[in-house]
């Protein structure tokens, strides 16, 4: 990994009395500012850095609240929506939730039967099945999220065209539909748009070595702004299944660079293992859904990870796209990277 530098991201108190800025899972640079998510918040963070040009630190967090710009589906508003992707362009900033069902854990506490119960449980949440557009405007000098602006509305994906529901009969991605994420079950974990494309990349399931990623081409309902719905592509699916070969890896994030899409990847299971950086070479092209294998996919970096913990979860890029340096956040930082004042240590590292 090539490291050029560490920044300091701080959050209020609020995060970190409730420890959510220990789980990010997305980011994204936007001028003069970083988005941030974390897996177990219904919200997204925005910092501001200390120096525009080369940032050594973002703080001044601002949380935006999703039940406060879109109908969220669950009955409890501030129920986590397991943010696991953000994208930003033109207007607009997207976020995906996982999808997922999770399994419950055991506990150092749990023994005998209460702990196989406890393994043998499943549960899902409304909130992870949501892919959101909200408008961006200026508000102070920095990018705000707004419920409406210029006739522009922050809008949900329609129930009608909800993704888990659309895969039902997929050959491939159905008969994971039921199993839980860290099982390689149903997981989104990355989001890139480029142009009218949105695309989905799954950290589960992984099929016999390759990964996912679905293209989307959403729109916004003329009777309803509020909603998105999905065209469908030639074939009359609303989806579009491109397979990669990042050698047995599933997504954890994905970034636009231009036509090409970089895509963070690393084990599917809940175990630690090679965490990569690649390069999915003229993914906004693709007419077609590929197969992504040889000369089409490139491995560009390995990164560091820990044991149990320092799992880089997001990628984003930071400073002019040609100077190819990427910004990394870290889901379960290791003890190095969280300060006694409370700011996560983040990576800024350089592409070859």
Known sequence: ???????????????????????????????????????????????????????????????????????????????????????????????????????????????????????????????????????????????????ESEGEHAALLDPRDNIRELLRDDEHLAPFLAIPSKDNGLDIEGIAVQGDRVYLGLRGPVLR?????????????????????????EDGLPYRKHVLDLDGLGIRDLCPAGDDLLVLAGPTMDLDGPVRIYRWLGAGRAAMPEIVRGETIRRELELTYGEGDDHAEGIGLIGPAEDGRLL?????????????????????????
């Open 1 to 147: 990994m090539t490291l050029e530098r560490t920044v300091l991201l701080w959050f209020g108190q609020a995060s970190q009395d409730a420890a959510t800025h220990t789980n990010l899972s997305a980011v994204r640079t936007d001028g003069r500012v970083v988005w941030l998510a974390g897996d177990e918040t219904a919200s997204i963070e925005r910092l501001t850095p200390n120096d525009e040009e080369k940032p050594s630190e973002y703080a001044d967090e601002r949380t935006f609240r999703l039940a406060d710009l879109v109908d969220l589906p669950g009955a409890d508003p501030d129920e986590e929506a397991d943010i696991e992707g953000i994208a930003r362009t033109g207007r607009f900033l997207w976020a995906v939730g996982s999808h997922s069902l999770r399994r419950r854990q055991i506990k150092d506490r749990h023994a005998g039967p209460k702990a196989l119960r406890r393994l043998a449980r499943i549960t899902g949440q409304d909130n992870r099945q949501i892919l959101v557009r909200i408008p961006v405007v200026d508000v102070d000098g920095l990018p705000s999220l707004v419920k």
């Open 209 to 233: 070595g390759w990964a996912f990623v679905l293209e989307l081409r959403p729109y916004v309902v003329e009777a309803d702004p509020t909603r998105l719905r999905l065209h469908e592509f």
């Open 328 to 352: 990394v956040v870290y889901d379960s930082p290791a003890a190095a990277r969280m300060t006694a004042g409370g700011a996560i240590v983040a990576d800024v590292i350089r592409l070859p």
